[in-house]
Each structure stands twice: as structure tokens, then as C-alpha cells.
């Protein structure tokens, strides 16, 4: 039997953050959540699981994604058969990331696609910054996201609580997953996160940033696969 998916887009990203997962994750039926109608992790969360298939199901999120994740965990355990964090913490927003984020959002009041030219740096590999395939798709999603809901994510994501002290009460099998170049939630956060987590494994993308299932989709979409076979 072919077990439910549910996958959670970033920050201004929609499916095609999960195209290649959803195209060549065989034996599940994934369903990608929208995360564009509420500001806080607590609603995006509750928004989450009334997208979810009606049984257990698998859940994978990733940046912003893995935050409304972590979230999910603490509202709905007995609905998660088992858990995959890509590319994001555990961690609470700093006062600098916090501050980068006003920034942002002030921007994105006169000039909302210089948001993703300021972001793209930090989303990729710095080696795939001439990718033209891979930033046009990061620009495209972030267009249609659009400023709004911009704005909704980020102050859910500026008021997400410290989830590192539920870690140690999660207990089902979790993925943690990262590139290894990752410069917004780098390796440290990934290997703080897998030790605080019971069952945890840890896979790490090389010559990869922020976005890896579009940076190395093959990569991760084999990662995910050998853990969901291995459930």
C-alpha cells in the first residue's frame, strides 16, 4: 500500500519546490500544503493538517516548512507516522535574522522581485547562481507566492517559537536532511537537531545550499526514498 506524503513548501515557494519528489517518490501519494493563508506557525500548522490525507501520513518540510513541521508535531503527533526536516532549525529567529527580515519586508513594499534577487545568494550553491533553469523556477514560485502572503510567512516565521526542547520528545523515525553548503540554516543547526532527536538519522547533500530538492533533486529524492523504504 502506497503510504501519504505531505510535503511543506518555504518561504515563498509553492510545489515546484517538491517537483522532482512528487514525480519520483514511488509507493507514496504526496500532497503538497498551502502555506500562504495565515501569519503565525500555529495556524499555518492547523491549515497543514486539514490539507493532510484523513490517515497517518508522512511529513516533510522544508525551511519555513520544517518550522509549520515542528509545529504539527506538537498539535497532532498521532497523525505522523514519521518525520522529515530539509534545510531548516529548530532554532528560534534571532534579533539579526529578525532585523533582516524588516528589511525585507520594507523592500517588498516598493520593490517585491528585488526581495528574491536579494535572497537568491543565500537560497543557492553560490555555483548555481548562474543556473538560469534553477533561479528562474526560485523567481517564478516567489512571483506567484506573491507580497502578501510574504508577508503573512514572515512574521509566522519572525514569532516561531525555540522548538529544541520538544526535540527529545519526538517519537517517530525523523529525517534530517541539509545541503552542506546550506548558508541560511547550515550544517551545525541540521547535526544540533538530529542529536536532540531520539530517532533520528542525519543525510547531508554535498555542493549544495538552501533549496537541495532543486538544487540536487536525485540526491534527495534518493535519500527520501531509502528512509521511507526503511520505515
Partial sequence: ???????????????????????????????????????????????????????????????MGGY???????????????????????RPDTAEATSARHQLMALAQSDFPAVTRRLMPRLVHPGRLSDEALTTVVTSMADDVGKDAF?????????????????????????????????????????EMAAGIPNASLAVIPHCGHLSTLERPEEVTGEMKAWIDSL
Avoid: K
Avoid at 503510504?3 to 509553492?14: V, Y
Avoid at 517559537?161 to 519526538?170: A, E, K, Q, T, V
Fill in 1 to 63: 500500500m502506497a503510504r501519504c506524503l505531505l510535503l511543506l513548501p518555504g518561504l515563498l515557494d509553492d510545489a515546484r519546490l517538491w517537483r522532482h519528489q512528487v514525480g519520483n517518490l514511488a509507493g507514496t501519494m504526496p500532497v503538497v500544503a498551502d502555506l500562504t493563508g495565515a501569519d503565525s506557525m500555529a495556524l499555518l500548522a492547523a491549515s497543514a493538517l486539514a490539507q493532510a490525507p484523513a490517515e497517518r501520513f508522512v511529513l516533510a518540510g522544508l525551511s
Fill in 68 to 90: 509549520v513541521a515542528l509545529e504539527m508535531m506538537r498539535q497532532a503527533p498521532q497523525r505522523v507516522e514519521a518525520l522529515a526536516l530539509l534545510d531548516t532549525t529548530a
Fill in 151 to 191: 508577508f503573512r510567512q514572515e512574521r509566522a516565521i519572525i514569532d516561531r517559537i525555540d522548538s529544541r526542547p520538544y526535540l527529545g520528545r519526538l517519537d517517530c523515525p525523523v529525517l534530517v536532511l541539509c545541503g552542506r553548503e546550506d548558508a541560511l540554516t547550515p550544517l551545525e543547526v541540521h547535526e
